[in-house]
């Protein structure tokens, strides 16, 4: 089983950014997908989970109306669109799944992460 995240970069604030997380060997719709970000000397944050089972999405305070985590069935991926970035939104974001967005086994498989930074 391979996870990859991709799409990471250099955006300016108010910017935006599509990440990708792309899985060989297992099939996203069978899992809970999420997003978590680790800021440099930062505790790693989930930012985004979509429960492929149950249909369900759920996001925190922090990134709530700007972020969208949505699945692409056909080619077994999950993205997350980021919008009206903030410099604090800088950080490593990686994918993971577990069986539910409550992530009971802290994560079945992770992605190596993608860097995205927000500066001017």
């Known amino acids: 089983v391979q996870l990859q995240a991709s799409g990471g970069g250099l955006v300016q604030p108010g910017g935006s950014l599509r990440l990708s997380c792309a899985a060989s060997?297992?099939?996203?719709?069978?899992?809970?997908v999420g997003w978590f970000r680790q800021a440099p000397g930062g505790e790693r944050e989930r930012v985004s989970c979509?429960?492929?089972?149950?249909?369900?999405?759920w996001y925190p305070d922090s990134v709530k109306g700007r972020f969208t985590i949505s699945g692409d069935k056909a080619n077994n991926m999950v993205h997350l669109q980021m919008s009206s970035l903030k410099s604090e939104d800088t950080a490593v974001y990686y994918c993971?799944?577990?069986?539910?967005?409550?992530?009971?086994?802290?994560?079945?498989?992770w992605g190596k992460g993608t860097l995205v930074t927000v500066s001017s």
């Open positions: 993971a799944v577990d069986h539910s967005c409550g992530f009971p086994e802290e994560g079945l498989y």
């Open positions: 060997g297992l099939s996203l719709e069978d899992y809970a």
């Open positions: 979509v429960d492929n089972v149950i249909g369900r999405r």
